[in-house]
C-alpha cells in the first residue's frame, strides 16, 4: 500500500523557519520524482519545490528561491523541505507528491499525501 504522509506543519510567525517531513512507503522512493506543492484557501495547487531521482535536479519557484530548501533521503524513503523567512504568503497546506512514468512506456504513477497546514501570521 502506498503511503506518503507529510509532518511538520504549523503556526510560525513572519521570519520564521519550519521544516516539512514526507515519510513513504509502498513504492520504490529513488525511482521518483518527488516534490512539494501547496495550496492555499481558494487557489489552485502550485509546485513549490521539486528534486529528481537519481541526478537530484532541483527546481523552486521564484517565490521560494533562496528562502526554501529541498532535500531526498533515498535510504530513509523520506523527502524534506526546510523553510526559512517565512512569509505570510507562504501560508497554505503543503503536500508531498511522488510522480514516476515508465521509461519506454505510457505508464505513469502519481502520489499524494494528505497535506500539513503551514500557516505564516504574527
Known amino acids: 500500500q502506498v503511503r506518503l504522509v507529510e509532518s511538520g506543519g504549523g503556526l510560525v510567525q513572519p521570519g520564521g523557519s519550519l521544516r516539512l517531513s514526507c515519510a513513504t512507503s509502498g513504492f520504490t522512493f529513488s525511482n521518483f520524482h518527488m516534490s512539494w506543492h501547496r495550496q492555499a484557501p481558494g487557489e489552485e495547487r502550485e509546485l513549490v519545490a521539486s528534486i529528481s531521482s537519481p541526478n537530484g535536479e532541483i527546481f523552486y519557484r521564484d517565490s521560494v528561491e533562496g528562502r526554501f530548501t529541498v532535500s531526498r533521503d533515498n535510504a530513509q524513503n523520506m523527502l524534506y523541505l526546510e523553510m526559512n523567512n517565512l512569509e505570510p504568503e507562504d501560508t497554505a497546506m503543503y503536500y508531498c507528491?511522488?510522480?514516476?512514468?515508465?521509461?519506454?512506456?505510457?505508464?505513469?504513477?502519481?502520489?499524494w499525501g494528505q497535506g500539513t497546514q503551514v500557516s505564516v501570521s504574527g
Open positions: 507528491n511522488a510522480r514516476r512514468v515508465v521509461p519506454l512506456t505510457s505508464r505513469m504513477y502519481n502520489y
